[in-house]
Structure formats: structure tokens, C-alpha cells
Nanobody, 119 residues
């Protein structure tokens, strides 16, 4: 079973930075895409950023220019560098990995890491 372990969350003041890490239990080359999602209290989980096995990246509008997703294949780890954090970024951040096999999607989730931004 694939395991994804997030780390790096915490409490930071507005304008500060955090770097989240997602360590996979197997080679991230085996995943078609990996991404970071977040879920704030009372809200649905939403995509923040994604990176493909070819290292193409995609960001939602509200993090463009502030967040950067990257991967280190040697460490089987995906990162989310978050700069200029705002109180609205407060949420539990989840790592996701998707593998497509024979036309079927297999999606895996980490346990989440809390990010709290104080004003």
C-alpha cells in the first residue's frame, strides 16, 4: 500500500513562509501526478498545486506567485514552498498521488498537516 507522509506544517505569522514535504513510500516516478490540496474548516477540499511525472506544474489562481511545487525523485519527495502566507491560507494541507493503470485512476492521500497563519 502506498504511503504518503506530510510534514512541515505549523504556525506562522502573515507574510511568513513554510515548506511542506510529502515523502512517498515508493518512487514518485510511478505516479502520473502528485499534488497538494487543502481543506479549511467548513469548506471542501481544494486543489492548490500539482506536478506531473514530467515535472509540469499547475497552480490555482489564489497561490500563483506565492507557492511553488517541486519534486526530488532521489528522495521520493514532493515539496510545497509557501511564501507570503495569508490568514486565508490556514487549512489542513494534504498530499495526493495519482497513478493511472490500464485506464483506471488510483488515488492515494496522506494524513494531512496543519498550517495556521496568524494575522
Amino acid at each position: 500500500q502506498v504511503q504518503l507522509v506530510e510534514s512541515g506544517g505549523g504556525l506562522v505569522q502573515a507574510g511568513g513562509s513554510l515548506r511542506l514535504s510529502c515523502a512517498a513510500s515508493e518512487s514518485i516516478f510511478l505516479f502520473n501526478v502528485m499534488g497538494w490540496y487543502r481543506q479549511a474548516p467548513g469548506k471542501e477540499r481544494e486543489l492548490v498545486a500539482a506536478i506531473t511525472s514530467g515535472r509540469s506544474t499547475n497552480y490555482v489562481d489564489f497561490v500563483k506567485g506565492r507557492f511553488t511545487i517541486s519534486s526530488d525523485n532521489a528522495k521520493n519527495t514532493v515539496y510545497l514552498q509557501m511564501n507570503s502566507l495569508e490568514p486565508e491560507d490556514t487549512a489542513v494541507y494534504y498530499c495526493n498521488a495519482v497513478r493511472v493503470l490500464f485506464g483506471k485512476d488510483y488515488s492515494y492521500w496522506g494524513q494531512g498537516t496543519q498550517v495556521t497563519v496568524s494575522s
